[in-house]
């Protein structure tokens, strides 16, 4: 814990006036090299960008491929079910209506006169 309160060594002060010597050169820089990076840069972007949104409407349509014939699977199951267990003695027809209603009700005269 003490060793936290000495102080540096020669040897470490000039390591760290190294450091600050670094850290403060300039570094020439060529604009054209720059610009090249650049430009490769929103290339690569522009490609990758391209690539996700194609993916991306692909995914959908395969998506919407699979949710199609899951349909057509569930309904062709279901008849396949009803074909192999055959017609269901318990189901009747429709009832018809419990009240009869006439035909002729609301009909227009002139064609009640055509029949």
Known sequence: MLHLFRRP?????IT???IDAIA?????????IL???ANAIDVILDDARGERERLQ????????RLRQTNVVIASF????RGLEVGADPDFDEPASPAI????????????????
Do not use: Y
């Not at 209603?101 to 064609?111: A, F, Q």
């Open 9 to 13: 060594k020669p040897a470490d002060s």
């Open 16 to 18: 760290l006036s190294m």
């Open 24 to 32: 403060s050169m300039e570094v020439e820089s060529d604009p054209g």
């Open 35 to 37: 610009n090249r990076s």
């Open 57 to 64: 409407r692909e995914i959908t349509d395969q998506q919407e």
């Open 77 to 80: 199951e279901a008849a396949a």
């Open 100 to 115: 009869p209603v006439s035909r002729k009700r609301g009909r227009r005269p002139e064609l009640v006169a055509a029949e």
